[in-house]
């Protein structure tokens, strides 16, 4: 117990020293740290992944939390800060409560699966509202505010809403065309340095960050084709040696790569292709003959440019086959135009494409006053489309508990539950839900002292022993606890934890209808400012008490303490006692059953927030899991196995 104890603290200790490095920066009041490039370059932050990277942190576990808090951030595109908060007041509990071992782990994984979801589907869900339709500023202004200052999310968040409303001008598209723009966003944005962010705007089409080897102005519809290989014909073949005996003959071979050159472009030109678009360098005798028949060229693209044009329009890269130049050419682009465009003092091509797909190309031209600016824009936004597609995703409830409450729906007609005076009914707005005034029993007055009144040394950071020798920690665990997270929901009935579905004086119709796919849909949203975790608090400290498994029930109390981490953080740079007031004033409006109020700094995703809970759980159950740390000197050299001679 004195080891377990002793391992429990070092996770804390780490935990703790993670999250004080970036709780500072959390939120739209926090700061921003200052990171020092090895170039010497000055880097102003407030980017939780830059953070946590910029630490460099050599202890194993530290290092498997900052993985799982970036490997979050890559998924959902935001809670790499919130991660590591909660992370440190999850490990703060475990070590308070005093437990360890495999009854720990259990324990968690039982928690996540009786009291978490439940507490969410039956409790967090009636207060989750549909985004707003067409509407993204309300949604992507806080999410910038945690990662930009106050002059630049608005503006930034104005031509990010802008760019997903014109590149799907459908709303059913809009899932589809976020990927790509999460995906793409690199090729589909140019930085123009030097000037003001007000300068910054979305244009139709891609701009291709180089200039044209030949430009042919041409007006209407023309059409374009890729290659990805030289097409200057060649006087040999893989394999085949060509020998030149003389001037005469040297000259009468240039002559026939003339005509045959010739002959490729007229090729091209008959077929109405006004633009090739190459990843490779082509040959000066090549571009002569685009110059000579209008043809634009535009060279050296990269491979991610290719795979881009290739998306949108459906083409692939054309290819010939040996000295076939008349073979007929099929994939081709359809262009609506194509024209250089100035930025600063750097000339690009301005492409516009007709797209196969829902997806309107369209291209954003990002200003900044330097390009390391630029660059924290550029990666900001592009999170910001990887947190839009989250909208579109919703958590489904386990299959054992769904089946549990159809069985109770199509047994309501059976049920009579004595009701009592003193256990008033609440109307749960426009639903047939109703719970008892027990169910939503205060917290006592102990309770919220300790709340309100939290150990102020949660965050402190802890001075760490320096490791001198690298540490590698043992990959099997990876696998090992990765398999327990993701099956989490096998053996629920071997569990002695009972979750009560409905008491006295709840309706059995009211019941089955709670039961539904989901319980956090697709556009599911809350105001921002801590409602979330709030929330969660306080319905799980509620289905805490139904719990008759004592192991769980105390993490159910820790995770829903931990919970207010975030909040407090938040408000931790606010005016004093704002988090005492924010908690008091929620909760006194959950008793009552009253609706939250609307708040006028704007929206989070529901399903964002959910992962970041999960994700932090199953961080814990992965570092408890860990039974062995190995320190290692060199790389690991790759054993093969060979059969001895003497084998028999």
């Known amino acids: 117990m004195a080891a377990a104890g002793s391992e429990q603290l070092r996770l804390w200790q780490e935990a703790a020293a993670l999250a004080g490095a970036v709780c500072g920066a959390l939120g739209p009041r926090g700061g921003r740290a200052l990171l020092l490039r090895p170039t010497g370059e000055a880097v102003p932050t407030r980017d939780g992944r830059r953070l946590l990277e910029a630490l460099s942190v050599e202890p194993p576990a530290a290092r498997v939390m900052v993985a799982r808090a970036c490997s979050l951030r890559a998924t959902t595109g935001d809670g790499a800060k919130s991660f590591v908060v909660l992370l440190a007041a999850v490990l703060r509990g475990l070590r308070a409560a005093g437990g360890g071992g495999a009854g720990l782990r259990r324990a968690l994984r039982d928690f996540e699966a009786q009291v978490l979801e439940r507490a969410a589907a039956r409790g967090l869900r009636r207060y989750l509202r549909p985004a707003p339709p067409g509407l993204l500023e309300p949604l992507l202004e806080p999410y910038l505010a945690g990662r930009l200052g106050p002059g630049e999310r608005r503006r930034l968040a104005q031509l990010c809403a802008e760019m997903c409303r014109r590149c799907a001008p459908a709303p059913a598209a809009r899932p589809q065309v976020l990927r790509l723009l999460g995906r793409r966003f690199a090729e589909l944005h140019a930085a123009v340095p030097g000037l003001p962010l007000a300068s910054s705007r979305v244009l139709p089409g891609i701009v291709l960050r180089r200039d044209f080897a030949a430009y042919c102005p041409a007006d209407g519809e023309l059409r374009a084709v890729l290659v990805t290989e030289s097409l200057r014909p060649t006087l040999t073949a893989p394999g085949v040696e060509f020998v030149v005996d003389s001037e005469g003959q040297y000259q009468a071979s240039l002559s026939w790569i003339t005509k045959r050159t010739e002959a490729l472009m007229k090729h091209l030109r008959s077929n109405n292709i006004k633009l090739l678009l190459s990843s490779v360098k082509q040959e000066e005798v090549f ?24 998306e949108i329009t459906g083409v692939s ?40 797909s829902a997806f309107q190309p369209h291209c954003l031209i990002l ?27 919703t958590v489904d409830q386990r299959e054992e508990w769904k089946a549990e409450g159809e069985s ?44 309100l009144d939290p150990d102020k040394s949660d965050l402190l950071v802890h001075n760490q022993k320096n490791h001198s020798t690298p540490v590698l920690v043992a990959h099997n665990t990876d696998t090992v606890s990765a398999c327990e997270c993701l099956h989490v929901g096998k053996g629920l009935g071997e569990t002695c934890c009972h979750i009560v579905p409905f008491k006295q004086g709840e309706s059995c119709a009211g019941i089955g209808q709670d039961y539904s796919n989901c319980f956090i849909e697709a556009g599911s949203v809350l105001p921002v400012g801590g409602y979330f975790e709030i929330l969660l608090h306080y319905y799980i400290q509620d289905y805490a008490k139904q719990c008759q498994q004592s192991e769980v029930s105390i993490v159910s109390n820790m995770v829903a303490d931990a919970l207010l981490s975030v909040p407090k953080a938040l408000y931790g740079t606010a005016e004093r ?41 199953r961080c814990v159950t992965e570092l408890l899991s860990i039974d062995l740390v190995i320190g290692i000197r060199r790389p690991l050299q790759k054993i093969e196995d060979r059969d001895s001679e003497d084998d028999s």
């Open 287 to 310: 571009i002569y003959y685009a110059k000579l028949y209008g043809v634009s060229v535009v060279e050296c693209l990269s491979s991610e440019e290719m795979a881009l044009i290739s």
């Open 577 to 617: 006692n704002g988090f005492t007031k924010f908690y008091l004033e929620a909760i006194n409006l959950l008793r009552k059953n009253q609706p939250l109020p609307v708040n006028s700094e704007g929206l989070e995703s529901a399903y964002c927030k959910y992962q970041l809970v999960i994700s932090v759980l």
């Open 367 to 393: 200003c900044g006053p330097v390009d390391g600016v630029n660059e924290q824009h550029a990666a900001a936004l592009q999170e910001a489309f990887t947190m839009l597609q989250q909208l579109f995703r």
């Open 408 to 451: 109770q729906s199509q047994a309501s007609d059976d049920c009579i539950w004595p009701s009592s005076a003193t256990q008033k009914q609440l109307v749960i707005e426009n639903t047939c839900k109703q719970v008892s005034e027990c169910q939503l029993e205060a917290l006592s007055d102990e309770r919220e002292r300790q709340i």
């Open 317 to 356: 890269p054309y290819a010939r086959f040996g000295d076939n130049v008349d073979r007929e050419i099929t994939e081709t682009a359809a262009v609506t135009f194509c024209q250089p465009l100035l930025l600063v003092s750097k000339r690009c091509v301005h492409i516009g494409f007709t797209s196969v």
